[in-house]
């Protein structure tokens, strides 16, 4: 019982990392023809439809820890 007072938990750090997501989203538009409809979603037009994508990328930039 001595031996399990003594062993030590590891001690726990927070990080914070930047980091570069690509999620698949999907988009609507109206518009007459989909070489319009591509146009509008390239200009920013358009909204999302449902939440947040799927990841389907992640690289981490940069990561710091709690004292940096």
């Not at 590891?10 to 146009?39: C, D, G, I, N």
């Amino acid at each position: 019982m001595a031996v399990a007072a003594l062993r030590h938990e590891p001690q726990l750090k927070t990080f914070y990392a930047t980091m570069h997501v690509t999620r698949v989203e999907e988009w609507f538009v109206e518009a007459e023809s989909a070489e319009e409809a591509r146009e509008l979603l390239l200009s920013g037009a358009g909204h999302r439809s449902g939440g947040i994508g799927e990841c389907i990328h992640a690289e981490v930039e940069q990561i710091a820890g709690q004292n940096a």
